[in-house]
């Protein structure tokens, strides 16, 4: 490197006699070192993109490419079939309870009321490994290589459409425990922004510690609280 700083320096180092009449004095400066891109031939330019390209980003990352393809993430048309018997009341029917797919049932939501929803609140499943994550209709157990990665792009998928939903003073609130919480949250900064979190919200689901832990008592849940536009959404506060 020739770089007349950087050579200073070198010679300063190759002395190794301290002698206060022949001593440099050197100024921390900050060197570009900076490739120049205008010297890079097309090929050079193609290359160093490429590698760009490759390197990982901040933020989170899971094998989305070596899990095996949801099935329910699908291009099919969606449309709801009117059961009169489970229904109440006249039309127009001033809410809706929707059996299937859950994201199915987000699609069809898209086409009916994208950013016209107040407020989401999802239970998703906690991924625990003990029978409550379906993938593909199989559980996901606790010895799957790819069982967050699993998870992550099941609940992307999903809160990606709920985001679609969402007004523009809207806010979603998101259950979760200790399993998946610290995956949950750069998730949530990834599909709702970082800039749009509100809060997390720590609430006991039991009073009584249990002595059987072998570490500490579970005792705590979690729910992540992210609004469409954290300036325009304001809670109703109870009177």
Known sequence: MD???VQRMATACRNRRY???NTAFLRINSINMADNYDDYSREELIRELRLRDRRPRFGLVWERKEIEHEKAVNDDFIALDFD?????????YRN??????????????????????KCIY?????????????YNDRFVDKED???????????????????????????IFVSIDDNEVFNLAPLMNQ???????????????????????????DDHEYVLVYAINRDVWRPNAIP
Request: aromatic fraction near 12%; charged fraction near 25%; include cysteine.
């Open 96 to 117: 809706l309870i929707i059996e299937g797919d859950n994201f199915d049932a987000l699609r069809y939501l898209r086409m009916t009321h994208a950013g016209k929803i």
């Open 84 to 92: 009169p018997a489970l229904s109440c009341g006249e039309a127009p």
């Open 145 to 171: 290589a790819y069982r967050h990665s699993k998870w992550l792009e099941f609940m992307y998928r999903r809160l990606q459409l709920a985001r679609e939903l969402l007004a523009e003073d809207g806010v």
């Open 191 to 217: 599909v709702f922004g970082e800039l749009n979190f509100i809060a997390t919200v720590i609430w006991q689901k039991v009073f009584s510690p249990k002595n059987t832990a072998m570490h500490f008592s």
């Open 122 to 134: 999802i239970d998703p499943p906690y991924n625990t490994g003990n029978r409550d994550f379906i």
């Open 19 to 21: 002698d206060p009449e």
């Open 3 to 5: 770089h007349p700083l």
